[in-house]
């Protein structure tokens, strides 16, 4: 006489199931959902707009989180406790708009102009998070690397690889723009990054010099010309000033006066 087959656990059928249509965070969830809805008894339709709630945040924190590595933000960056006060140019107002990401949508580009440690930085990091939490791909780099980058890639057959990640990208942010003097390749290869990006895709420029003095890093002025006025035209132009949040410190820890 055959063997009745045994019955498998209904449970078990339902996570094996849900495992095979890799919604992997439903399965893993399913048990405890199904705890609280023995004391609760929701709807039917309500227990499983949960279960597939939990499955779509997952994949939506897995994407976020990519998109994050691939940026090389690093650690994410929040602009609670900013000091505005600490500089009077900079409208929050404004920043808080550009943290809305419509600058994107719109192809715009920010230049962040001013000292050496007046939160530049910190602010372009924080644009870059925000637009990574609006499912936008960026890509930060300091300038310099970017073009060595490019550079590099020339010589190993991998530059139209390269060229389309930096050219592509929703919105890249060029740290650093102006701290070392460029040869005339690496101004040409700017160039052709900036006449790419041109109106179909928004950069952020992060530079301590104003763009009067950009010749002083570009090999010619008519080259400081020319990346200037496609990067500023219907740009968002922050301005830093005030004392630099690094404090110089004596032999022995102690702040310096550096008025």
């Not at 059928?13 to 008894?41: I, K, M």
């Not at 715009?108 to 925000?130: D, E």
């Not at 010589?155 to 723009?177: E, H, P, S």
């Amino acid at each position: 006489m055959a063997r009745k087959p045994e019955a498998q656990d209904p449970l078990a059928q339902v996570r094996s199931l849900l495992e095979r249509l890799n919604l992997t965070t439903a399965a893993r969830c399913l048990p405890d959902l199904l705890a609280q809805a023995e004391g609760t008894h929701p709807a039917y339709s309500e227990f499983l707009r949960q279960l597939l709630e939990a499955e779509q945040s997952s994949r939506w924190e897995r994407k976020l989180q990519r998109r994050r590595r691939w940026s090389k933000l690093g650690p994410p960056v929040s602009l609670e406790g900013f000091d505005w006060a600490a500089r009077p140019q900079l409208p929050p107002q404004v920043v808080k708009e550009l943290l809305t990401c419509r600058f994107i949508d719109e192809h715009r580009n920010v230049i962040l102009v001013g000292r050496p440690s007046t939160g530049k930085t910190t602010v372009a990091k924080a644009l870059g998070h925000a637009a990574c939490a609006h499912a936008l791909s960026v890509y930060y780099a300091p300038t310099a690397e970017v073009l060595d980058t490019l550079h590099a890639a020339r010589a190993d057959g991998t530059y139209r690889k390269v060229f389309r990640r930096v050219t592509t990208a929703d919105l890249l942010i060029l740290d650093d723009a102006g701290f070392s003097d460029l040869g005339r390749d690496a101004a040409n290869e700017l160039f052709r990054v900036v006449c790419a990006r041109d109106r179909q895709r928004s950069t952020i420029v992060v530079s301590n010099l104003p763009f009067k003095q950009w010749a002083e890093f570009l090999p010619s002025p008519a080259q400081a010309v020319a990346i200037a006025d496609r990067l500023v035209d219907d740009a968002t132009i922050l301005r830093f000033s005030g004392k630099s949040y690094r404090q110089p410190r004596d032999v022995h820890g102690a702040p310096l006066d550096n008025e």
